[in-house]
């Protein structure tokens, strides 16, 4: 089986095209390079495992393009969505790639904001020490705020 590991020509085109009419709508520059006060506040959810799904790699795939775009992006892990941020997966069994090594990548696509619900770890008996990258750890009751503070939601 084989996964495209990084956007279609077609996608990349669909997001461009979401992020012009998004500013085009808010009266917002269409053209060259956007500023922190013309970009959007992406707030992108990872709710589900790693393997057995896309949705972890849709989801990393539209974090890298939307920085790319000069997005301002926080990534939020919670539910089975922690797993994605776990040390040393080995994917062998499953006949895929691990993508996980690609998480270190976001600091330098200059994304905001890696943040991890401290439940979501508690739960799966997950520490901040078993994670590939630093990640902000925040309580559940300080998720709504996170929520609030974004222009965008995107949930995988």
């Known amino acids: ?42 707030l992108c959810v990872n709710r589900r495992a790693p393997h057995g799904t896309i949705y972890a790699l849709e989801s990393l795939e539209v974090v890298l393009a939307a920085t790319a775009f000069e997005q301002r992006v926080t990534v939020l892990f919670l539910d089975d969505g922690v797993f994605q941020l776990v040390k040393n997966q080995n994917t062998d069994a499953l006949g ?5 090594p690609t998480y270190k990548a976001l600091e330098m696509y200059e994304v905001e904001r890696v943040v991890v619900e401290r439940e979501s770890l508690d739960r ?24 609030e503070s974004h222009d965008i939601l995107l949930n995988f």
């Open 96 to 100: 895929v790639k691990n993508f996980s």
């Open 124 to 147: 799966r008996g997950i520490s901040e020490d078993d994670l590939i990258i630093p990640v902000d750890v925040l309580a559940e009751d300080e998720i709504s705020e996170l929520f």
């Open 1 to 42: 089986m084989q996964t495209a590991s990084w956007f279609s020509e077609i996608e990349r085109a669909k997001f461009s095209e979401l992020l012009h009419r998004s500013r085009a709508a808010h009266g917002m520059s269409t053209g060259g390079s956007s500023s922190e006060q013309n970009s959007k506040r992406f």
